[in-house]
C-alpha cells in the first residue's frame, strides 16, 4: 500500500475518508518502507556511518571507533550526516504517524537502507558525544520522531495540543494535515475532530 498511489489526492472526499484509516494501516502493516530519496555522494557512507554506530552502540564497545573525536573532528563525517538529516523527509508531518504506529520501520535512501532502530540507536550515541553547540537542528526532528515512536509503543498517552506544539515546523502541503496527521496519535483525537473533511476551511478545523 503506497499512500501517494493508493489515494487520489485530487479528491478531496477521497483524501478525508482515507485519512480515517491512515494509522490502521501503518500499525498493521508486517513492515513500513519509508524512501527518503535518491542516493547523494555521501549518503551511502552516512548510512554505514549510522549502522555500525548502533552495532557499538548496543555492544557497549565505547563507540569506538566512534567516540567524542570521530564525531567532532573529522568535519566530512559530520558533513555527510548533516547531508542526510537535512532532508525535507524529515521534517514532512505525515511520517510522524508512519513511523510511531509501525511495528518495523525500514529507511531506504537510494539501494542502502537502515531500520529506524538503528537509526534511532546512532541518533542517541551522537547525542551522548556530540557537544550542544555545534548539533545540526534537523537532528531535532529525528529526536521527536523517535519521541513520539517511543511514547506509542508504551502507551503513553498525549493529547493533540501537545503533539501540535511538538511539530509546530513539520512540514505539509496541505495546513489542515498539520492537525489531521496527528489524530491517531491522540487520546482526544477523534473527539476534537471526529471526521476530518478537506472540504472545510482551515479556520473551521481549527
Known sequence: ??????????????????????????????????????????????????????????????????????WTQRRERREMLDNLFNRPYWRRVWIIQEVAVASKVRIICGTDEISWDQLANARRAYDEVHPMGVRNRNYSYVQEISNFRHRTQIRDPMNLLFAISKTQEALSTDPRDKIFALLGLCYDGPALVPLPNYNRPLEDVM
Not at 482515507?18 to 500499525?27: A, G, N, R
Not at 557512507?45 to 573525536?69: G, M, N, W
Open 1 to 70: 500500500w503506497i499512500d501517494a498511489l493508493c489515494i487520489n489526492q485530487a479528491d478531496l472526499e477521497e483524501r478525508s475518508r482515507q485519512v480515517q484509516y491512515m494509522k490502521l494501516i501503518y500499525s498493521e502493516a508486517t513492515e513500513v518502507i519509508s524512501w527518503i530519496g535518491n542516493a547523494s555522494h555521501d549518503s551511502t557512507q552516512a548510512l554505514r556511518l549510522l549502522r555500525e554506530t548502533s552495532i557499538h552502540r548496543s555492544s557497549r564497545d565505547k563507540y569506538r571507533p566512534f567516540d567524542t573525536a570521530f
